[in-house]
């Protein structure tokens, strides 16, 4: 449901914070959101009948119940998963820092990471695209747990800076600095960095091409060869949706990205679990190649995802099982060094690659902490630990920086994947490792 076309007054369907109900409809009276009725140079022209036509569909979507409360003869959900401090309550900020043992070595390491980094790369200089966006959200995640505000200080140097000079948003990868903003914001106030986020939201409800089936189209605005889905899209947009929806109280999003995560599912699951990398791509990937990295950007920002739905009192049934579908397959193709094929189901014929373990392990932990998934990844999850850690290696100043990331890759052939050169140092594979440290940090994993 597009709740967000209604530049008018609208209907907006939720369910309670911290506890499942059905879903119901606010005042009718309730204002459109600031990004659909600030001024702007975005803006929804629609005449009479397109705002009664509208009205009338969020009227009958008003009226549904939600099929993410626990159905006939299950319990509500409890408060009884690992990132739980206190018995039967939900779990605050406070306990989020505690359950990730800001003391321990692995938060240390990512701390390491984070300071060489940004002593040999400026915010100034960094662009606004997705790797920039992944690396500053892991500095935003860091201040978070570590209490330093050294870290949000140099991703806000950044953003300030494109605030300044102006930034593009006209496809999935313009979309993850949302993430930054939406930090800033919290820690701030400023309402320049939620316009970030509002700004985001309105390209994908009103600007990005869509699927026959409404798939937010990976070129965006770009009709180069029509609308295509690829798979890293769901971290690239739908990271920025679900912690909207947090900030804001509104269910809106998650609804928006829980139907995204089902279209994609569609077009790209395999039943076996593992995920092609595009649909309606005119290099279509071979049958038999599912590609590291993308699938775990699917991990990452499903599980999180899960994760919202789950403090809400809320499952998703539907997401809940392709995802575990998907593990399953991850946690079968991983090698015996912990790391990840590029090519998973090609073992021996490219390379071994760190970002896609660090984003397995990071969705898996995730998932662990908060009930969605069981104890019995938590071997997966240290063994990607220390073939992460085995990548980490010092420069001459014994300062810590990652190797083996694999370059930008777009989807093909397998041909395509073994030209993808590995390198060191590169901003998205330094922010994925940086969050699997964190993620991974006061797990019992036997390191």
């Given at each position: 449901?597009?709740?967000?076309?209604?530049?008018?007054?609208?209907?907006?369907?939720?369910?309670?914070?911290?506890?499942?109900?059905?879903?119901?409809?606010?005042?009718?009276?309730?204002?459109?959101?600031?990004?659909?009725?600030?001024?702007?140079?975005?803006k929804i022209s629609l005449g009479p009948a397109?705002?009664?036509?509208?009205?009338?569909?969020?009227?009958?979507?008003?009226?549904?119940?939600?099929?993410a409360c626990p159905g006939p003869g299950e319990?509500?959900?409890?408060?009884?998963?690992?990132?739980?401090?206190?018995?039967?309550?939900?779990?605050?900020?406070?306990?989020?820092?505690?359950?990730?043992?800001?003391?321990?070595?692995?938060?240390?390491?990512?701390?390491?990471?984070?300071?060489?980094?940004?002593?040999?790369?400026?915010?100034?200089?960094?662009?606004?695209?997705?790797?920039?966006?992944?690396?500053?959200?892991?500095?935003?995640?860091?201040?978070?747990?570590?209490?330093?505000?050294?870290?949000?200080?140099?991703?806000?140097?950044?953003?300030?800076?494109?605030?300044?000079?102006?930034?593009?948003?006209?496809?999935?990868?313009?979309?993850?600095?949302?993430?930054?903003?939406?930090?800033?914001?919290?820690?701030?106030g400023d309402v320049a960095y939620r316009a970030?986020?509002?700004?985001?939201?309105?390209?994908?409800?009103?600007?990005?091409?869509?699927?026959?089936?409404?798939?937010?189209?990976?070129?965006?605005?770009?009709?180069?060869?029509?609308?295509?889905?690829?798979?890293?899209?769901?971290?690239?947009?739908?990271?920025?949706?679900?912690?909207?929806?947090?900030?804001?109280?509104?269910?809106?999003?998650?609804?928006?990205?829980?139907?995204?995560?089902?279209?994609?599912?569609?077009?790209?699951?395999?039943?076996?679990?593992?995920?092609?990398?595009?649909?309606?791509?005119?290099?279509?990937?071979?049958?038999?190649?599912?590609?590291?990295?993308?699938?775990?950007?699917?991990?990452?920002?499903?599980?999180?995802?899960?994760?919202?739905?789950?403090?809400?009192?809320?499952?998703?049934?539907?997401?809940?099982?392709?995802?575990?579908?998907?593990?399953?397959?991850?946690?079968?193709?991983?090698?015996?060094?912990?790391?990840?094929?590029?090519?998973?189901?090609?073992?021996?014929?490219?390379?071994?690659?760190?970002?896609?373990?660090?984003?397995?392990?990071?969705?898996?932990?995730?998932?662990?902490?908060?009930?969605?998934?069981?104890?019995?990844?938590?071997?997966?999850?240290?063994?990607?630990?220390?073939?992460?850690?085995?990548?980490?290696?010092?420069?001459?100043?014994?300062?810590?920086?990652?190797?083996?990331?694999?370059?930008?890759?777009?989807?093909?052939?397998?041909?395509?994947?073994?030209?993808?050169?590995?390198?060191?140092?590169?901003?998205?594979?330094?922010?994925?490792?940086?969050?699997?440290?964190?993620?991974?940090?006061?797990?019992?994993?036997?390191?």
């Amino acid at each position: 449901m597009n709740y967000r076309a209604l530049g008018m007054t609208h209907t907006t369907i939720y369910a309670e914070s911290r506890h499942c109900s059905p879903r119901r409809k606010t005042s009718p009276g309730r204002a459109a959101p600031d990004y659909l009725s600030r001024a702007s140079t975005r803006k929804i022209s629609l005449g009479p009948a397109g705002r009664a036509l509208l009205a009338a569909v969020a009227l009958v979507a008003g009226l549904a119940l939600s099929t993410a409360c626990p159905g006939p003869g299950e319990s509500p959900l409890a408060w009884d998963f690992p990132d739980v401090c206190l018995e039967g309550q939900a779990p605050d900020e406070a306990c989020y820092v505690e359950k990730r043992a800001p003391g321990s070595a692995e938060v240390a390491l990512a701390a390491g990471l984070a300071a060489r980094y940004m002593a040999e790369h400026p915010a100034e200089l960094m662009a606004w695209d997705w790797g920039e966006g992944t690396l500053m959200f892991a500095m935003t995640e860091l201040s978070r747990v570590t209490g330093d505000g050294t870290y949000l200080h140099y991703a806000k140097t950044w953003m300030d800076h494109h605030l300044a000079s102006g930034y593009p948003l006209t496809w999935s990868d313009h979309c993850p600095p949302a993430l930054t903003a939406l930090a800033l914001y919290e820690d701030t106030g400023d309402v320049a960095y939620r316009a970030v986020v509002e700004d985001v939201m309105y390209y994908l409800e009103s600007e990005a091409l869509r699927t026959e089936e409404g798939g937010i189209s990976h070129m965006g605005t770009q009709d180069l060869f029509g609308p295509t889905l690829w798979l890293d899209s769901l971290f690239m947009f739908g990271m920025a949706l679900t912690r909207w929806a947090e900030q804001t109280g509104d269910e809106g999003p998650l609804e928006v990205l829980g139907e995204q995560i089902g279209i994609f599912a569609r077009a790209l699951q395999t039943e076996g679990g593992l995920f092609y990398h595009a649909y309606q791509w005119p290099t279509a990937p071979d049958p038999d190649v599912f590609w590291a990295r993308g699938n775990g950007w699917v991990t990452v920002a499903g599980y999180d995802y899960l994760r919202a739905r789950r403090l809400r009192g809320e499952r998703d049934r539907a997401v809940s099982e392709l995802l575990g579908r998907q593990v399953a397959a991850v946690r079968e193709t991983q090698d015996s060094t912990g790391l990840w094929w590029t090519v998973m189901d090609r073992p021996g014929e490219i390379y071994l690659e760190t970002s896609a373990a660090a984003l397995f392990g990071f969705g898996m932990a995730r998932g662990y902490r908060y009930g969605l998934l069981g104890p019995e990844v938590l071997p997966s999850v240290g063994m990607a630990l220390g073939g992460v850690r085995a990548r980490i290696l010092r420069d001459s100043q014994e300062r810590p920086y990652v190797t083996g990331i694999s370059g930008p890759t777009t989807a093909g052939s397998f041909t395509n994947y073994a030209s993808v050169p590995l390198v060191d140092d590169r901003h998205f594979g330094v922010g994925a490792v940086m969050l699997f440290l964190i993620e991974a940090s006061g797990l019992p994993l036997g390191q």
